[in-house]
Structures are given as C-alpha cells and as structure tokens.
C-alpha cells in the first residue's frame, strides 16, 4: 500500500484548520514538520488502508526525513525493511521540480523553497540514509534516467 508523507501534509493544509494552516508556513519555508504530527498522520492512513494485516506492507513516499523521524517510527509502529533512495543530482531535481511548480499550484515550488529544502535534505534528511545503509537497509536508485529506467530499476 502506497503512502505519501507530502500528499496527508497537503490534504491537511487543504482542510483549512489551523495545524493545516500552521503546516503550510512550515512547508512553505523548507522546513521539516515535526515528527508528532507527521507520525500521527501517517498512523492515521496505515489505519484507514483497512483492518490490520490487510495491507501487505507500506511504501510510505518521502519518510523518514530526519533520523528521529526513523527511530521513533520503528520503535512505536513497524520495524522498516529498507529505505528506498532515488540519487538525483541537485541541477536536476531542481528544473524537475520548479517544471513540477508551474502545474502543481504548490507553494514550494519556486526556487527559493527548493533550494532551502536541497540544504535541509544535506542537513538532516542524508543521515537517514547513511544510517540504514550502515544496517545493510538502503537501496539506492539512480533517479536521473527515464521514468521508465527508473521504475526498471526499482523493480529488481
């Protein structure tokens, strides 16, 4: 079952209430939402995909972020199988993603935000992946090819 820790961020912002109005300054900044929330919201979707065990497991897009984000998810939800991870030079997940912005009415993506979000990913997201590729946990990809070639690759 496939989870996206970005699309239960923007359905909450979309609501209007206020933690959805609190969370689109966050993510507007580039910032990180904090573990409680983003845990609460992706516990919420595992419980919502049906009754326990229905789901094969979950591909949860975009989490971890930060390697408390990790930790807790393991020690208060589900161990992780691995991580998944799409290298992507920075040139390139930048005109990706500012093409993305023209369509997708996201207050992220203009160059700035993308840019403070490539820093934030240095910073504090990177750690993740070493983290579990020290554990034998990460499978990388090279995320410049086609979508094709990368779907290929994934599905080794």
């Known amino acids: 079952c496939h989870l996206s820790a970005g699309d239960r961020l923007r359905a909450e912002v979309a609501s209007g ?62 161990p992780c199988d691995f991580v998944l991870y799409f290298e992507c030079s920075e040139e390139v997940m930048e005109q990706r993603l500012l093409k993305r912005g023209e369509t997708s009415g996201r207050s992220d993506g203009n160059a700035d935000s993308i840019r403070k979000r490539f820093k934030t990913f240095l910073d504090v997201s990177m750690p993740v992946i070493d983290h579990y590729e020290a554990k034998g946990k990460a499978r990388k990809v090279s995320a410049e090819q086609s979508p094709e ?8």
């Open 17 to 78: 209430s206020p933690l959805g109005e609190s969370l689109k300054a966050t993510m507007a900044a580039g910032q990180l939402v904090s573990n409680d929330i983003i845990l609460k919201l992706l516990k919420n979707a595992m419980r919502a995909a049906g009754p326990e065990g229905a789901a094969k497991g979950f591909l949860i897009d975009g989490f971890p972020r930060e390697l408390g984000q990790a930790e807790t998810f393991e020690g208060t939800v589900a």
């Open 149 to 156: 070639e990368v779907f290929a690759e994934v599905e080794k």
